[in-house]
């Protein structure tokens, strides 16, 4: 059910409510009620609408989406936004799309999912220890979110970010643009500047500010970047092996 009020149309309505929710559960609930932004609006409906061929007889999500996992997760995946066809589909961040059945079966060797596959929303997975959310909660035309629309949807990052903190020991980026998102987030949340100058993206690439989160960064598990072998199944394991060790749950 949806907290009393308003859904968000602006972002001065997204930065108010973000910052007025207490619990994950009510922030999940607003995020996927969130209009602020009338471009990824209307093409997450438009998508929702039209559907791909293969997925004519199902019904679209197509509305932006909360994060997933437990609230007392040691280990955060930062990605960019959902997939059109994938989580703007089933309701679930990277699922029902190449890119999750790469991250989920990694998981999953990790001992962090307790399946291999993520294909609907109540097919039964659950993360141990992991919590999965983007920097931009819908879907955006050719999987490139405008800046303003980042920095709409930031205060729903940054709030989930300050609730999950307690327990948070590693946040693994998933590519340059989660990368990016990270800082503002982390300078609101720790009130902790980052290194100067900025840490670049990079696989394998890890920073340790004091306070905060260990940060690492991860090729995208994209199919550009699966299918041509710039990320392999063997680099996806080493970055997560080394996110457990660092939150010590190795």
Known sequence: MLPSGASARTPEEVATQAAATASLTSLDARIADCFACPRLVAWRTDVAVTKRAAFRDQDYWGRPLPGFGPADAEIAILGLAPA??????????????????????????????????????????????????????????????????????????????????????????????AWAAWWPAMIKTYGVRPPVPRPKFGHGAQVSVPGVPVLLGCFHVSQQNTFTGRLTPAMLDEVFGRAKALAGLA
């Open 84 to 177: 059109a066809h994938g989580g703007n589909r089933t309701g679930r961040i990277f699922t029902g799309d190449r890119s999750g059945d790469v991250l989920f079966a990694a998981l999953h060797r990790a001992g962090l999912a307790n399946q291999p596959t993520s294909v609907a929303a109540d097919d039964g997975l659950a993360l141990r220890h992991t919590r999965i959310f983007a920097a931009v909660r819908c879907a955006p035309p050719e999987n490139k979110p405008l800046p303003a629309e980042r920095d709409t949807c930031a205060p729903w990052f940054s709030r989930e970010l300050q609730l999950v903190r307690p327990t948070l020991r590693v946040v693994v980026a998933l590519g340059a643009f």
